[in-house]
């Protein structure tokens, strides 16, 4: 379904002890219409219900609901701390375009959600003039 990098892992777990999650809580990966290029991800942290898949890795569960998860297979969640910026990262393979902040994606198969905007440039960022 998803790879899951040790960072990821670590800072997920991290996450939940900040939050006093109650046990069973992991990272809920969800893409929805919107942003820049049409489709957006979201995430928040909650649990897993019935039809969600779920990936553990070192003790956590990262958890993609049904409707997203054909947009999500193949893809690797990461964790990135730079001096520009930070968070929860999804490389995604199935991704035609995104734009330049990377939460907002064109899928590659077209018969899904119909797009909420123009799609960007690959690589212009959010909110810029084309």
Excluded: W
């Amino acid at each position: 379904m998803i790879e899951v990098t040790a960072e990821a892992a670590t800072e997920l777990r991290r996450l939940l002890a900040e939050k006093q999650a109650p046990a069973g809580s992991g990272l809920r990966l969800m893409i929805e219409r919107g942003g820049c290029a049409g489709l957006q991800y979201a995430m928040t942290v909650g649990v897993a219900v019935e039809g969600d898949f779920v990936v553990e890795r070192d003790g956590v569960s990262f958890i993609v609901d049904a409707a997203s998860a054909s947009y999500l297979r193949g893809s690797k969640v990461d964790f990135e701390d730079s001096l520009n910026d930070s968070g929860f990262k999804i490389h995604n393979p199935n991704a035609a375009r995104s734009c330049g902040c990377g939460t907002s994606f064109e899928p590659a198969e077209r018969g899904g959600p119909v797009p909420a905007a123009e799609p960007l440039p690959d690589g212009q960022a959010c909110g810029t003039a084309v």
